[in-house]
């Protein structure tokens, strides 16, 4: 949470037009390394864990991976399958939202603690189907990842997991 007032880049104000840059709408980039660069701003003035290595996963790849894992229990009321599991985050991003709220935070932690717990009780079949989904979807950059230590990052390029934005230019 930080106090006081961001102002937006144009592209921001003109989407959401509430006046303030929040970390919420801070990947709009379609870069991801400038995306990451904004996103480590965020968290350093927010006095946040700045991570080493920062990633973004596309819904559809969490989907696929819950489809082999099975139903996630989070509490005694409370199961992710994959077809609850975008309306679940949002209701806890949106429902009883107050400035300094960690709810959305503390849902996407159980949500993500829960699958790494059930998915180290797969058994090596099931194992192996999600690496082979993490590295196709790292692959077609439904994963994307960044880092500060600049020869992972580099490595990160080469293999185009980092999101770099390539425009191509067409010729006649």
């Given amino acids: 949470q930080l106090s006081g007032y961001v102002k937006p880049p144009d592209a921001i104000q003109q989407a959401f037009g509430h006046g303030t840059w929040q970390l919420a709408n801070a990947d709009y980039e ?7 660069n904004t996103i480590r701003w965020f968290l350093e003035k927010g006095k946040e864990v700045n991570p080493d290595v920062l990633g973004i996963i596309n819904l559809t ?7 082999i894992v099975g139903d996630i229990k989070i509490d005694e009321n409370t199961t992710i ?3 609850n599991l975008y309306l679940y ?12 709220s960690t709810q959305k935070a503390d849902a996407l932690h159980s949500v993500g603690n829960a699958v790494l717990k059930k998915t180290l009780t797969l058994n ?3 194992k192996i189907k999600i690496a082979q989904i993490l590295v196709a979807e ?5 994963i994307v990842l960044n880092s500060t230590n600049q020869q992972f990052q580099a490595l990160l390029a080469e293999k185009k997991w980092a999101g770099e934005y390539q425009t191509s230019l067409v010729t006649d």
Avoid: M, V
Avoid at 89 to 100: D, H, I, R, V
């Fill in 124 to 126: 090596i079949s099931k």
């Fill in 30 to 36: 379609p870069d991801f390394p400038t995306t990451a």
């Fill in 138 to 142: 790292l692959q077609n950059q439904n």
């Fill in 89 to 100: 985050l949002q209701g806890k991003a949106e429902l009883n939202f107050f400035p300094g």
């Fill in 81 to 83: 399958t994959p077809d």
């Fill in 61 to 67: 790849t969490i989907k696929s991976i819950l489809n």
